[in-house]
């Protein structure tokens, strides 16, 4: 059964960072690809960043200079790094991952997700 748990939201003033975690078991991270995407109410899941099996990484332009994506394949951990936050990138935060190295935009590609968490931005 393959699990993902992600930490680190919360409430945070405009300009200010926060990190986010994935854990992921039951799958091997190193031969997987992962993904955070976001998600507001009343809207569609979007793409926010992406890594590949291989550490390559993909942006979405909204966030792209100030979030960034990294992989700690011995910890089995995936991580988002969000600095300079704006109020729009207030929502809930989902990691997710696919079983296969390439890493696409598509939410549609990700077969297993983690819970979310919220992620507020003050003005």
Not at 41 to 55: D, H, I, M, T, Y
Request: proline share 3%; hydrophobic share 30%; net charge positive.
């Amino acid at each position: 059964q393959v699990q993902l748990a992600e930490s680190g939201g919360g409430l945070v003033q405009a300009g200010g960072s926060l990190r986010l975690s994935c854990a992921i078991s039951g799958r091997t991270l190193s031969t997987s690809a992962m993904g955070w995407f976001r998600q507001t109410p009343g809207k569609e899941r979007e793409f926010v960043a992406v890594v590949n099996r291989s550490g390559a990484t993909n942006y979405a332009h909204s966030v792209q200079g100030r979030f960034t994506i990294s992989r700690d394949n011995a910890k089995n951990t995936v991580y988002l790094q969000m600095n300079s936050l704006k109020p729009e990138d207030t929502a809930v935060y989902y990691c997710a991952t696919r079983p296969w190295g390439t890493a696409p935009v598509s939410s549609h590609s990700y077969d297993y997700w983690g819970q979310g968490t919220q992620v507020t931005v003050s003005s």
